[in-house]
């Protein structure tokens, strides 16, 4: 069993940053693959960025390549994302998500892990 939080969201103007934090069960971080999703009203959750199996090799989606960086910080136990750059269209709800088992194909399907946050709200302003 793997306990995730996350927190960090806000509201910020377009441009703007913010650095969400996933804190998770100790020792998760070094060895599950931890990914950022985000769902935005009336639309379906969509993979952001991953923490490949404690780190071995981070992934992005096109949309944040380049604006967005994930890292750890295995004495927080702890998954950053930090935002910068910040559209409109990056407002959600930012969730991360917890596999030990996930196979590299599966990153991008939300299906696919087994253990989820509650969730942190970002919205940004134009």
């Known amino acids: 069993q793997v306990h995730l939080v996350e927190s960090g969201g806000g509201l910020v103007p377009a441009g703007g940053s913010l650095r969400l934090s996933c804190k998770a069960s100790?020792?998760?971080?070094?060895?599950?693959?931890i990914t950022w999703f985000r769902q935005a009203p009336g639309k379906e959750r969509e993979f952001v960025a991953a923490?490949?199996?404690?780190?071995?090799?981070?992934y992005y989606s096109d949309s944040v390549q380049g604006r967005f960086t994930v890292s750890k910080d295995s004495a927080e136990n702890a998954i950053y994302l930090q935002m910068n750059s910040l559209k409109p269209e990056d407002t959600a709800v930012y969730f991360c998500?917890?596999?030990?088992?996930?196979?590299?194909?599966?990153?991008?399907?939300?299906?696919?892990?087994?253990?989820w946050g509650r969730g942190t709200q970002v919205t940004v302003s134009s």
């Open positions: 100790e020792g998760a971080v070094n060895t599950y693959t």
């Open positions: 998500a917890a596999d030990r088992r996930l196979i590299l194909s599966s990153l991008r399907i939300s299906s696919q892990y087994d253990y």
């Open positions: 923490n490949w199996r404690g780190g071995q090799r981070q």
